[in-house]
């Protein structure tokens, strides 16, 4: 019994070390360039990133975003083909 008690503290340890490392070693605003570039590079519209990206963590991991656009092209009566102030993806 003290055996799995033990493997489970471990693994519960592990996890947090993880996700410390997670948030300490990656800074997921540091990605915000390639993004722009690849929506530029996929879709032609510019993708308009105002807000911070920050790390979420329950109920499950993910990503939140803040202020987000992405434009229409010149000549369309709106400027934003999709505007939102604050969205989150997950995994799980």
């Known amino acids: 019994m003290k055996k799995i008690i033990y493997i489970l503290l471990g693994l519960a340890l592990a996890a947090v070390v993880a996700i410390a490392a997670l948030v300490s070693l990656i800074d997921p605003n540091q990605f915000k360039p390639q993004l722009v570039e690849q929506v530029r590079k996929s879709t032609g519209r510019e993708l308009v990133m ?33 505007r939102f102030e604050r969205g989150e993806a997950s995994v799980g």
């Not at 911070?52 to 010149?74: C, D, K, M, T, Y």
């Open 50 to 82: 105002e807000g911070a990206i920050g790390w979420r963590f329950w109920p499950s991991l993910g990503l939140s975003l803040e202020q987000v656009a992405l434009r229409n092209p010149a000549g369309f009566a709106e400027p934003d083909l999709v």
